[in-house]
């Protein structure tokens, strides 16, 4: 995230690409005992490895199988994984369980954004996308997030937004905790 941050596109990549290989292989146990699929899924997009989809959705259809399930980041992996398989219909279901936790303001703005994209509405996905950047500057400047890593920079905006752009639509958001320069770079790295 740093890397992302500081601008150093290519080293970012790099790491978003250690991550993912770190979560599928002995770090598996990591994100799975952390309840934590949606660090996977959003690891996965940022570093793009479309040869690694399959293990990553394997890993995170794994997760299913927990007794603690329906965790509501675990219905974000989901839609996300689903989404990206080009499965709408499967990527709206688990999107539509997110918008039934309006308390949860990240997921419900992050479940409005899949739902957009998915429409390709792009009204909608503005919308969405800045409700969500919001939330995540409620919980970066206050919350759970304060002056950790995950703080400077939204994933769960990040993953979206790459999605929406690899369908055409626009990022207008402005946010310090989105970098549309990864996003520029990662579009260009085909």
Not at 32 to 60: C, E, H, K, M
Not at 78 to 85: E, G, N, Q, T
Request: hydrophobic share 45%.
């Amino acid at each position: 995230m740093c890397r992302t941050k500081l601008g150093k596109y290519d080293l970012a990549q790099l790491s978003f690409r250690r991550a993912l290989e770190g979560f599928l292989g002995k770090g598996r146990i990591w994100w799975f005992g952390t309840s934590q699929p949606n660090w996977l899924a959003d690891a996965y997009v940022l570093a793009w490895l479309p040869q690694r989809y399959v293990d990553t959705f394997t890993a995170i259809e794994s997760y299913k199988e927990d007794p603690r399930l329906p965790a509501p980041v675990a219905m974000y992996a989901y839609s996300l994984m689903r989404l990206i398989a080009e499965e709408a219909a499967a990527a709206a279901k688990y999107a539509d369980s997110l918008l039934k936790q309006p308390k949860l303001k990240d997921l419900f703005a992050a479940g409005q954004a899949i739902q957009a994209i998915i429409a390709l509405d792009q009204p909608a996905f503005d919308d969405a996308l800045g409700a969500l950047l919001q939330a995540h500057r409620g919980m970066a400047k206050f919350g759970a997030l304060r002056e950790t890593p995950e703080g400077y920079l939204c994933l769960p905006a990040m993953a979206p937004a790459k999605l929406a752009l690899d369908r055409g639509m626009a990022v207008k958001s402005e946010s310090e905790y989105l970098s549309q320069g990864y996003l520029d770079y990662l579009r260009h790295q085909g």
